[in-house]
Each structure stands twice: as C-alpha cells, then as structure tokens.
C-alpha cells in the first residue's frame, strides 16, 4: 500500500492524472509486475486507455470546428459592424423646470382630436403606446400622453365627449411635500418654502384655481407615510403628493432625501396592472448584463403603465423636480443642476 500510495502522488504531481485514473494504471502496474497471468489483458487495456487519451481532443477539436463551420453563415453568428454614434442637441433629455410644471397647471385645457388616430393623424408612436390610445377619438390641448412629464397634472382624455369641451375637471393636480428630517431642521423647511412662494408668485393663483394648497408641509417623515395611507387619501382634502424631499443638514451643509412614487405614471390613458414599478429600485445601479445602453434600467415589469419615449432610460425614470428647486435656492447654475439631475 505505501508503493501504491507513492505511484498515485507521483502520478497526480507530474502526470496530472486524477485519482481514479492513477488507481487504475497503477494497479495495471502491480498486477504486471507481479506476473499475473492476466497480463496481457491489462497491457491491452493500457494501450486502449493511452490511445483514447491521444484520440479524444482531436476528435473534440473535429466537432467543435464543425459546429463552428456550420454555423458561420447563420444570423445570430455572423458578426456584425456597429456603427459610431454621436448624439446632438435633439438626443439631449432636458427635464421641466418647476415654473413648467406651474405653467401645466395654468394652462387651458380642452377637448381636441386625437393626433395619433383618424385620417388626420400627424403623429406616430410606439406600437405598445398606440394600442391603448387608437381607440380614444380625443385628445386634450397641450398633453402629449406619450410624452406627459409633469408628476402634478394628470388628465384623462378618455372622458372628453364633443370638440372643444372644456376638459378642466378632466384632470387631477397633485402637491408638492415638504417636511423636516430632523427636528433641528424646521428652519431649513421654512426658509425652503419661502423661496418657492416669493419666487413663484403664481402658486397663490393655482391654489384659488384648485382649491387646495400645492406645497404641503408636514412635520416629519413618519407624518408624510400617515397621510398617504389614510382612507380619505387622494379624496376631497387629501390631494395625492406627486412628490416630497426631506430637508436636513447643519447651519453650513444642506441634506436633502427625495420620496417619489415607486409606481407612478402620468398619462392614465397608458395605465397598466396596479402597483406595476415604473421607477428601479435605488440599491441597484444598473444592470451589468443588459445587450443595449437603453436596457441598463429596464423595468421589464409585464402588464405595467407605459411611460413615455424614455421609459427604459435611468434619468427618465426619476423625477429631477425637486434636485432643480431645491439646488436653485442654494445658489447653483444652471449647468450645475442639469448634470445632478442626469445622474
């Protein structure tokens, strides 16, 4: 046993035989040097086993290329040239500053024909998008439901009964959040707020218009999961928060948390399955494995909202409303802000 056990560490250092394979020929070994009379039929058998050892790449190597030789010609083998691409100014994704998406709730809204559908149809979209509008004969003026951005206007089109109706009560309005992170931060919320009304003279006329204020104030976060979950949310009294940022910091650092809505979408004509995520979960960067730049973010979430041109884009998918306010009162540019935004 200690011959054999010395043939089989000889064997596994310098021959790299596995074990079983070492046991084998090395009993092959023994039985020849002891004079067996089955030792003929144990050289024959080594000289099988060497010569399969020789034989077996080749023949590996044979079926490979000849996999390799059949398939060369097909589709998905034939390499293909990409190429470059250079994106311009109409390849750039700008996001609404906060006096659009004020300028949304102002704006008059009427019943209007549907430009995707009928013989006079002047635009095109997705294939996915025009199955759910090709039925619907208006649309309401200045809304592009394909490409609706504004998290606090939300009209449905499909209400819309003759030409030119007035389609005001068509549509929802939603209210900006603010609240404190910590209790030493209600100054920060104060003064926060100050700037959006003396910069924005017109929430003071949206609010006569809808009835309600649309920046809210709650006292701290926990007051903000309170009111979204109360029976009466989104009923008279309780308008929907489009979304909310907790504001925090020292006396010298400003600290900022954005809530938005996991399952948020703005055009409800392109609504799909009930809490669908239309927004990537924020622990996970990107997909490392996606085939194509636009996949990185894909929500690949089947039955949900259609969310517009971008939707499979990362920046499309968050709301930058709050980063371009909130940035703005502190004093950054304007190149400053869209490239936070972006990232």
């Known amino acids: 046993m200690r011959h054999l056990g010395a043939l089989l560490r000889r064997n596994l250092i310098y021959r790299k035989r596995r074990y079983v394979s070492s046991v084998c020929f090395q009993s092959t070994d023994i039985f020849l040097k002891r004079g067996h009379k089955i030792r003929s039929l144990h050289a024959s058998s080594v000289i099988l086993s060497q010569i399969i050892e020789l034989i077996l790449p080749a023949v590996a190597v044979v079926i490979l290329v000849a996999i390799k030789e059949t398939l060369k010609n097909s589709k998905g083998f034939t390499p293909r040239l990409v190429p470059a691409f250079y994106p311009d100014s109409k390849d750039a994704l700008i996001p609404y500053s906060f006096k659009d998406y004020l300028t949304a709730f102002q704006s008059q809204k009427q019943c209007v024909p549907n430009p995707y559908t009928g013989p006079n149809a002047t635009k095109k979209t997705s294939s996915s998008a025009f199955a759910k509008i090709q039925n619907i004969e208006y649309s309401i003026s200045g809304i592009d439901v394909t490409k609706w951005a504004v998290p606090f206007v939300k009209c449905d089109s499909r209400q819309c009964k003759t030409l030119g109706e007035n389609a005001t009560s068509y549509c929802t309005y939603h209210v900006l959040g603010v609240a404190p992170s910590t209790a030493n ?159």
């Open 185 to 343: 931060s209600t100054s920060k919320v104060n003064s926060f707020v100050s700037y959006i009304r003396s910069t924005y003279p017109q929430i003071a006329a949206i609010k006569s218009q809808t009835g309600f204020d649309i920046i809210k104030v709650f006292g701290s976060s926990s007051e903000i999961d309170q009111y979204v979950t109360n029976s009466q949310y989104d009923k008279p009294g309780y308008p929907k928060i489009a979304v909310a940022v907790l504001l925090g910091g020292s006396d010298k650092s400003f600290e900022y948390v954005i809530r938005t809505n996991s399952t948020n979408y703005n055009s409800k004509e392109l609504s799909g399955r009930p809490t669908a995520q239309t927004q990537p979960s924020t622990s996970i960067l990107f997909d490392s494995f996606a085939k194509r730049a636009q996949d990185v973010c894909d929500l690949t979430d089947d039955g949900g909202p259609i969310l517009g041109t971008y939707q499979r884009y990362c920046n499309a998918q968050y709301m930058c409303v709050v980063i371009v306010l909130y940035k703005s009162y502190l004093g950054y540019t304007c190149q400053q802000i869209y490239f936070s935004c972006m990232l």
